[in-house]
Nanobody
Framework: VQLVESGGGLVQAGDSLRLSCKGS??????????MGWYRQAPGKQRELIAE????????SYSDSVKGRFSISRDSDGSSIYLQMNSVKPEDTGVYFC??????????????????WGQGTQVTVSS
């Protein structure tokens, strides 16, 4: 499974940004059960901020982004997106997409669990 993020950059507080994550090598038979986005702020752990599952449940969000960010995916599941609205300086960090085969994504990212992209930097200026 390969994941490639794009869409990061430098934006001002209050702006919007859309991150994309293009996946390959994980067809329907691969057993992906959840996909999502993590954020790693400088000096902090990789935090799960948005997740969606293949079980038909509504997406879930961390309190820090709820109401501002939205996760979505293509109909074939090959790409996932993170729409970021009303961004704040505290949203600054490296954003990673991840998928996992079996269960949910862990709340703190573990590069040894699931599959990861290389990350894309988002910097929000005040």
């Amino acid at each position: 499974v390969q994941l490639v993020e794009s869409g990061g950059g430098l934006v001002q507080a209050g702006d919007s940004l859309r991150l994309s994550c293009k996946g390959s090598g994980h067809g329907p038979g691969f057993g992906i059960t959840a996909m999502g986005w993590y954020r790693q702020a400088p000096g902090k752990q990789r935090e799960l901020i948005a997740e969606m599952t293949n079980g038909g449940r509504s997406p879930s969000y961390s309190d820090s982004v709820k109401g501002r960010f939205s996760i979505s995916r293509d109909s074939d599941g090959s790409s996932i997106y993170l729409q970021m609205n009303s961004v704040k300086p505290e949203d600054t960090g490296v954003y990673f997409c991840s998928v996992i085969a079996g269960g949910h994504l862990p709340p703190i990212g573990d590069p040894g669990r699931g599959y990861w992209g290389q990350g894309t930097q988002v910097t929000v200026s005040s």
